[in-house]
Each structure stands twice: as C-alpha cells, then as structure tokens.
C-alpha cells in the first residue's frame, strides 16, 4: 500500500447503527409532541468510544435553521473537544450540499467535510440534494437497508420537501 492512499471508511453494525436511527426518529416526534419550534431531521455524532451526541434542527437566532448535523457536531465538539478519527454521523435525512437561503452556515456536507467524520449513516437519502458523481464529499454515505425506518425517514422529509 502507498504512503498516500486513502483506505476508504467503511460502515459497520448495522443493527446498532439502526437502533440509533430509531432514537433520532423518536426525538423527531416527541418535538412534533412539544409546543417549542422543533426540527423534522435528527443527528448524531457517535466516537469510538460510544460516546454519543444527537440534535435535532432548530432555529438559529438570525432566524435561518441549524441544521441538525451542524447542531450535533457543535454540542460534540463543545462537550468532548475534536472529533476523534473514525466517528461516525447519523441522521435521519442525507446531510444537505446546495446552497439555502433557509440554512444558518455552510452545506452539511462541507461541515462533515472539515471535521474529519469519514461515514454518514442515514435514514433516508434526500433526492432533491445531488449526491451523485458532482458531489465532492469526503466520506462514504449509507442509506439503511430497514425498509421500516427508511419509509418512516421519508415521511419526516415529505413534511418539509414534499411529496416526493
């Protein structure tokens, strides 16, 4: 092996990685059940070490939205310091890569990017975002194969994105 070459970051235990996407989707209903402004998306940020943080999106007092990503790796790093190599995301929808007018900071994607996290694990992956050969991310993405949490991931999206 070269010096250089990068080992690809492969994802890994799905089941366990599925039961958290279960806990983010439940955060997503118990905030539809509260009277606070709530996101329809979930994250987390898992190390290593099992350590563990998740949020979901919420306003930004600009009044654009933190996305749930950007939220989870702002607790992460303020509770436990950098991200270690080899965490993991997860979220209940792809993390975003365009431009939005709604969006406090920069794309998901890019904030993924500059932290080191070399896997995303998602509930469901968001067609209006390009996730195709022009999109320069750094990471691997996976969709779950729990057809269950994956639909129940969509619903969430549809609620913001449309039918789809």
């Known amino acids: 092996m070269k010096m250089n070459q990068i080992i690809p ?3 890994h235990n799905y089941h366990k990685l599925d039961n958290i996407l ?3 989707c439940s955060m997503v209903v118990k905030g539809m059940k509260s009277d606070r402004d709530y996101g329809m ?3 987390a940020v898992l190390d290593n070490d099992n350590r563990m943080v998740s949020r979901l999106n919420k306003p930004a007092r600009d009044g654009r939205r933190i996305h749930a990503e950007r939220a989870a790796i702002m607790t992460y790093e303020s509770k436990y310091g950098d991200i270690p190599e080899g965490s993991i995301i997860l979220t209940t929808l792809s993390p975003c890569n365009k431009d939005m007018e709604e969006r406090h900071g920069p794309a998901c994607s890019d904030l993924i990017d500059q932290s080191g996290i ?6 469901y992956v968001d067609p209006t975002q390009n996730h195709g050969s022009k999109d320069h991310r750094h990471f691997n993405m996976m969709e779950t194969q729990n057809h269950n ?11 913001f994105l449309g039918k789809l």
């Open 9 to 11: 970051s492969e994802i």
């Open 22 to 24: 279960l806990e983010l």
């Open 41 to 43: 998306v979930a994250a």
């Open 118 to 123: 070399k896997k995303v694990y998602c509930g």
């Open 149 to 159: 949490l994956r639909d129940l991931c969509e619903r969430f999206a549809e609620t």
